[in-house]
C-alpha cells in the first residue's frame, strides 16, 4: 500500500456539521449535515441496516433527482460546485486540492482543468457489455464528476482504485507542462488516491453504485425515472468494475475503510448543497457517512432516521460530571457530548464551614481559612492568604496539609473539576518548602474536567 500524509491546509470554506458521534469497528465517525433542510430530506429513510437501508437510500436519491444535468452543465457550474479555496478564482482540483484556474480550452491544455469521471467511463459495462454511462445519466451527474487538471486526469485515465506497492507518481501540471503537485500513486494498472481524497473517491463510488444500479439489484422499489430515456441510465454495476479487489466483500472493505480514514470535509459539504440545489438530491454518504457501514459493514444506527426520531446517530444519555467552578458555584458539563447543564452553588454544613459536601472545594471564611501556623506546622492555602503564614493553591490555592496542629492528614482527590489536589504538608522546618514545591506541581498538573 502506498502511504503518503499531507495535511489540507484551511478550507477557507464552512462545514456544517450535525451533532452526533457515530462508532464503527472500534473508530468514530462524525456525521454531518450540509444544510440545516438535510435532515428533513432524509425523514423517509426508517431502516437501520443492511438491504433495506440500500434500498431506502436508492429509492430517496433517484426519486428526488429531479434535473438531470448534461456533460456540459459541469464546466458551466464548475466554480459554484467547486469553488477554490481561500477565496481565490477557479476550482479545486479534485486528486490535489490545489487551484486550477481556467478551464481547457481545446481539451489537452496542461494546468488548466477538465471533467474527471470519478467512476470511468469505460469502467461503467455491465454484465452484457452494455456501457451505462458517457456524457449522460450518471456521466453527467454533477455528484459524480469533479474538476480535474487536464494531464491528471488523462494519467489517471481508467485505471481502478485501489492499493498500490512501490508505485510511480501521478502528477498534475503547470500551464508551461512541468510537474506540479502530486495526485496519487499507479502500478499494475491500478491507482490509489492521497490519503486526504480517499474519503472523497469512496463517498462518490458508494454513490454512484447505490442510484445507478438499478432498484432491484439495490434492495429499491423504483428508478425515479419520468420517462424511458432517464430508466436507460440504469443497470447492473458491479462495485469490483471501479475498485481492484479479490471479491466484492473485498472492495466494499477497501471503500469503507477510506470513509472512515479521511472524513467528509468542507470541499464535499461545500458541493453537496450546491449540487442538491441544482439537482434536488443529495449525495447521503457525505451528509451521513454512517450509512456506509451500516449498509456494507456490521454498524447499525442507533437512533434510526425519520419517523424513528434522529438523524441516524445513536442515542447518547447524558452524564454530568463537575468541569468548573467559582467561589460560589461548580457547574456541570456532559461527559459525553460536552452540553452544560447546570451551575449549583456549593453545600456547606453552616456558615463557618469550609469545605463543600459535594466536590471538596475549600472556601475562604472571614478573610482566611484556620490554616495552621508555622510553629503548629500545618500549611493551609487561601488567595487571600489564610492565617499565621498559611498557604493555599488551586481556584483558591490549591493545597492543604495538616490542620490545626502539626499531625500531617491526607485527604482523599477531591472530585473531578473542583479545582484542588488535596496533599500532605509535613509541618514546621518543611511547612514552607513543601509549599513552595506543591504550588509549582498543581500549576503544572492541575486539570480541568
Same mark, same amino acid.
Given at each position: 500500500?502506498?502511504?503518503?500524509?499531507?495535511?489540507?491546509?484551511?478550507?477557507?470554506?464552512?462545514?456544517?456539521?450535525?451533532?452526533?458521534?457515530?462508532?464503527?469497528?472500534?473508530?468514530?465517525?462524525?456525521?454531518?449535515?450540509?444544510?440545516?433542510?438535510?435532515?428533513?430530506?432524509?425523514?423517509?429513510?426508517?431502516?437501520?441496516?443492511?438491504?433495506?437501508?440500500?434500498?431506502?437510500?436508492?429509492?430517496?436519491?433517484?426519486?428526488?433527482?429531479?434535473?438531470?444535468?448534461?456533460?456540459?452543465?459541469?464546466?458551466?457550474?464548475?466554480?459554484?460546485?467547486?469553488?477554490?479555496?481561500?477565496?481565490?478564482?477557479?476550482?479545486?482540483?479534485?486528486?490535489?486540492?490545489?487551484?486550477?484556474?481556467?478551464?481547457?480550452?481545446?481539451?489537452?491544455?496542461?494546468?488548466?482543468?477538465?471533467?474527471?469521471?470519478?467512476?470511468?467511463?469505460?469502467?461503467?459495462?455491465?454484465?452484457?457489455?452494455?456501457?451505462?454511462?458517457?456524457?449522460?445519466?450518471?456521466?453527467?451527474?454533477?455528484?459524480?464528476?469533479?474538476?480535474?487538471?487536464?494531464?491528471?486526469?488523462?494519467?489517471?485515465?481508467?485505471?481502478?482504485?485501489?492499493?498500490?506497492?512501490?508505485?510511480?507518481?501521478?502528477?498534475?501540471?503547470?500551464?508551461?507542462?512541468?510537474?506540479?503537485?502530486?495526485?496519487?500513486?499507479?502500478?499494475?494498472?491500478?491507482?490509489?488516491?492521497?490519503?486526504?481524497?480517499?474519503?472523497?473517491?469512496?463517498?462518490?463510488?458508494?454513490?454512484?453504485?447505490?442510484?445507478?444500479?438499478?432498484?432491484?439489484?439495490?434492495?429499491?422499489?423504483?428508478?425515479?425515472?419520468?420517462?424511458?430515456?432517464?430508466?436507460?441510465?440504469?443497470?447492473?454495476?458491479?462495485?469490483?468494475?471501479?475498485?481492484?479487489?479479490?471479491?466484492?466483500?473485498?472492495?466494499?472493505?477497501?471503500?469503507?475503510?477510506?470513509?472512515?480514514?479521511?472524513?467528509?470535509?468542507?470541499?464535499?459539504?461545500?458541493?453537496?448543497?450546491?449540487?442538491?440545489?441544482?439537482?434536488?438530491?443529495?449525495?447521503?454518504?457525505?451528509?451521513?457517512?454512517?450509512?456506509?457501514?451500516?449498509?456494507?459493514?456490521?454498524?447499525?444506527?442507533?437512533?434510526?432516521?425519520?419517523?424513528?426520531?434522529?438523524?441516524?446517530?445513536?442515542?447518547?444519555?447524558?452524564?454530568?460530571?463537575?468541569?468548573?467552578?467559582?467561589?460560589?458555584?461548580?457547574?456541570?458539563?456532559?461527559?459525553?457530548?460536552?452540553?452544560?447543564?447546570?451551575?449549583?452553588?456549593?453545600?456547606?454544613?453552616?456558615?463557618?464551614?469550609?469545605?463543600?459536601?459535594?466536590?471538596?472545594?475549600?472556601?475562604?471564611?472571614?478573610?482566611?481559612?484556620?490554616?495552621?501556623?508555622?510553629? #503548629? /506546622? &500545618?500549611? =493551609? !492555602? %487561601? *488567595?487571600? $492568604? @489564610?492565617?499565621? +503564614?498559611?498557604? #493555599? /493553591? &488551586?481556584? =483558591? !490555592? %490549591? *493545597?492543604? $496539609? @495538616?490542620?490545626? +496542629?502539626?499531625?500531617?492528614?491526607?485527604?482523599?482527590?477531591?472530585?473531578? $473539576?473542583?479545582?484542588?489536589?488535596?496533599?500532605?504538608?509535613?509541618?514546621?522546618?518543611?511547612?514552607?518548602?513543601?509549599?513552595?514545591?506543591?504550588?509549582?506541581?498543581?500549576?503544572?498538573?492541575?486539570?480541568?474536567?
Amino acid at each position: 500500500m502506498q502511504k503518503i500524509s499531507i495535511k489540507l491546509a484551511a478550507l477557507g470554506a464552512t462545514a456544517v456539521f450535525a451533532c452526533g458521534v457515530f462508532a464503527a469497528g472500534g473508530a468514530a465517525a462524525t456525521s454531518l449535515a450540509a444544510a440545516a433542510g438535510a435532515d428533513d430530506y432524509y425523514a423517509p429513510i426508517t431502516a437501520t441496516k443492511g438491504d433495506e437501508l440500500l434500498g431506502q437510500i436508492h429509492d430517496l436519491i433517484t426519486t428526488t433527482h429531479t434535473h438531470y444535468t448534461s456533460y456540459d452543465d459541469s464546466k458551466k457550474y464548475g466554480p459554484t460546485t467547486d469553488p477554490a479555496l481561500n477565496g481565490e478564482t477557479g476550482v479545486v482540483e479534485f486528486y490535489t486540492h490545489e487551484t486550477i484556474a481556467e478551464w481547457t480550452l481545446n481539451g489537452g491544455d496542461p494546468g488548466r482543468w477538465n471533467r474527471e469521471h470519478v467512476w470511468a467511463q469505460a469502467l461503467s459495462k455491465d454484465s452484457t457489455g452494455r456501457q451505462l454511462w458517457g456524457r449522460e445519466g450518471g456521466g453527467a451527474d454533477l455528484h459524480h464528476l469533479r474538476p480535474s487538471e487536464v494531464k491528471m486526469n488523462s494519467d489517471r485515465g481508467d485505471k481502478k482504485y485501489g492499493e498500490v506497492v512501490n508505485g510511480s507518481p501521478i502528477y498534475s501540471r503547470t500551464t508551461s507542462g512541468a510537474n506540479s503537485q502530486i495526485g496519487g500513486y499507479q502500478a499494475g494498472g491500478v491507482f490509489e488516491p492521497l490519503d486526504f481524497a480517499k474519503g472523497d473517491v469512496a463517498r462518490i463510488v458508494l454513490y454512484v453504485y447505490t442510484h445507478y444500479n438499478t432498484y432491484a439489484n439495490v434492495h429499491g422499489t423504483t428508478n425515479g425515472a419520468s420517462n424511458s430515456q432517464e430508466e436507460s441510465y440504469f443497470g447492473t454495476l458491479p462495485i469490483t468494475n471501479i475498485v481492484s479487489a479479490a471479491s466484492e466483500e473485498a472492495a466494499f472493505d477497501l471503500l469503507l475503510e477510506w470513509n472512515e480514514l479521511d472524513p467528509v470535509d468542507a470541499i464535499e459539504t461545500t458541493r453537496n448543497e450546491a449540487v442538491f440545489n441544482i439537482q434536488h438530491n443529495r449525495n447521503p454518504f457525505i451528509d451521513h457517512p454512517e450509512y456506509a457501514a451500516a449498509v456494507w459493514g456490521d454498524a447499525e444506527l442507533g437512533g434510526g432516521t425519520g419517523e424513528q426520531g434522529g438523524t441516524g446517530e445513536p442515542e447518547h444519555t447524558h452524564s454530568y460530571g463537575y468541569r468548573d467552578l467559582d467561589e460560589a458555584n461548580h457547574t456541570k458539563y456532559c461527559t459525553g457530548c460536552e452540553e452544560v447543564n447546570v451551575s449549583e452553588p456549593h453545600v456547606y454544613d453552616s456558615a463557618t464551614d469550609t469545605t463543600c459536601n459535594l466536590c471538596g472545594h475549600e472556601r475562604t471564611v472571614g478573610g482566611g481559612t484556620q490554616g495552621g501556623s508555622g510553629e #503548629q /506546622g &500545618g500549611t =493551609q !492555602g %487561601g *488567595t487571600s $492568604g @489564610g492565617t499565621s +503564614g498559611g498557604t #493555599q /493553591g &488551586g481556584e =483558591q !490555592g %490549591g *493545597t492543604q $496539609g @495538616g490542620e490545626q +496542629g502539626g499531625t500531617p492528614e491526607v485527604k482523599p482527590e477531591s472530585k473531578p $473539576g473542583c479545582g484542588g489536589v488535596i496533599g500532605i504538608a509535613e509541618g514546621g522546618m518543611f511547612a514552607a518548602a513543601a509549599v513552595a514545591v506543591i504550588a509549582a506541581a498543581v500549576i503544572l498538573h492541575r486539570r480541568k474536567g
